[in-house]
């Protein structure tokens, strides 16, 4: 493979943002809702899915000053992830769907007919 050239995988069938978690920093000596625990344990997501650079700001900032109001030892923590869409599709690719067993269901027989 060339240096110029990607992946088949990459592009189209990635997107690129940020997951924001809540750590617990024990020892954290924060002093600005900007500022990163230089270690912390995870928690849990903050939301689900995945956010834009500025939304996940505007998170981070929001919750990290709401905890350092109330003197908690917990943080907001913004972390670049990178999603994947396993067996997506690429442009000019053949398809073929196997015919499902039995008959169409109703459901999905009214859904094409609409």
């Known amino acids: 493979m060339g240096a110029q050239q990607r992946p088949a995988d990459s592009g189209r069938s990635r997107a690129a943002g940020f997951r924001v978690w809540l750590a617990a920093c024990g020892r954290c000596q924060a002093r600005h809702a900007h500022d990163s625990p230089p270690e912390?344990?995870?928690i849990?997501?903050?939301e689900d899915g995945v956010l834009?650079?500025?939304?996940?700001a505007r998170y981070v900032e929001a919750f990290n000053r709401a905890a350092l109001t109330r003197g908690l030892r917990v943080r907001a923590v913004a972390v670049p992830v990178a999603v994947r869409y396993e067996g997506d599709l690429r442009a000019g690719q053949k398809l073929?769907?196997?015919a499902p067993r039995g008959s169409v269901?109703?459901?999905l027989r009214r859904r094409v007919t609409e």
């Open 40 to 42: 912390a344990t995870i």
């Open 44 to 46: 849990e997501p903050a």
């Open 52 to 56: 834009s650079a500025p939304q996940a």
């Open 96 to 98: 073929s769907v196997p």
């Open 105 to 107: 269901s109703p459901r």
